[in-house]
């Protein structure tokens, strides 16, 4: 599906719809509601767009990550241990080797937003 719609993908949720086209048909048990992916599902539904703009999520966070590990080696820190349990929760949200649900389930993206308060909330207090 992503190499016929590279750029914006066949559409939010509309990956069962497309996969019924005897062109994507592996079996009659491939089709499926999702492919079990977030990045796959993620190429295939929003194409590149998408894919693109959650590859900068990805690096931001990145970004940090890697700050906190070098001044680990020098002795400080970046992050609290609060702040590197919710980096940690996210993390294995995104993490691109597992079978996942559905990314564009409400209860899928409640466990990965929720995260994010209170990073944000966390990050606050400790520049004050």
Known sequence: MFLDNKIFGVGVKNFRNFCNKE???ESSLSCSTHPHNTYIQILSETGLV???????????????IFKHLLLRFKGKSFFSDFEICILSGIAIYLWPFIPSGNVFNNWLNII??????????SRKISKT
């Open 23 to 25: 062109k994507y048909e």
């Open 50 to 64: 998408g894919f693109i703009f959650l590859m900068l999520i990805v690096i931001y966070f990145l970004k940090f």
């Open 112 to 121: 990965m937003v929720l995260n994010l308060p209170f990073l944000i909330w």
